[in-house]
């Protein structure tokens, strides 16, 4: 997630949350937090649409919080409202996470039904294409002027 819309949901400015951050950066390893490269961050911008222009930074480039580092800004941040949202948001990361463990299930099995029908249905492809060439070399053969003997 990234630091503004953190700040958002914490209800808080995003520097007021960064400036949390610095104070106690050795609870956020590169693994918990780091900041996003300048291209990055383009990229992102122009591909995402954002429901309220005025959340994105017109400057500074935000910081990104991996699920660790968003449960430990509830030890930066400790007012009653951080701990609700973060609650809540290691509880969607839950979610999230099972439902990509059942989804990654959900995908293998689509894939195995693919591979087991794509043989069939290969046979079958390969037995209409044959017939559709035959049926064409014939229709060829008929509008084809005979040489030859003519009765």
């Known amino acids: 997630?990234?630091?503004?819309?953190?700040?958002?949901?914490?209800?808080?400015?995003?520097?007021?949350?960064?400036?949390?951050?610095?104070?106690?950066?050795?609870?956020?390893?590169?693994?918990?937090?780091?900041?996003?490269?300048?291209?990055?961050?383009?990229?992102?911008?122009?591909?995402?649409?954002?429901?309220?222009?005025?959340?994105?930074?017109?400057?500074?480039?935000?910081?990104?919080?991996?699920?660790?580092?968003?449960?430990?800004?509830?030890?930066?941040?400790?007012s009653e409202k951080a701990i609700n949202v973060n609650i809540a948001i290691i509880r969607a990361f839950v979610f999230m996470r099972r439902y990509a463990l059942t989804h990654k299930d959900l995908t293998a099995k689509l894939k195995e039904l693919e591979t087991k029908y794509d043989t069939q249905f290969k046979d079958m492809y390969e037995a209409l294409d044959y017939l559709l060439k035959k049926d064409k070399l014939q229709i060829q053969q008929a509008k084809r002027e005979k040489i030859g003997y003519k009765k």
Not at 28 to 40: G, I, R, V, Y
Not at 48 to 61: E, G, Q, S
Not at 64 to 75: H, K, R
């Open 1 to 78: 997630m990234l630091d503004f819309d953190l700040a958002e949901l914490y209800e808080v400015e995003t520097r007021v949350l960064n400036q949390a951050v610095k104070r106690n950066i050795g609870r956020f390893p590169s693994d918990f937090m780091f900041q996003l490269t300048k291209s990055e961050w383009e990229s992102m911008s122009s591909q995402i649409v954002m429901t309220y222009p005025v959340k994105r930074p017109k400057t500074a480039i935000p910081y990104a919080f991996t699920e660790p580092g968003v449960a430990m800004l509830s030890t930066v941040l400790r």
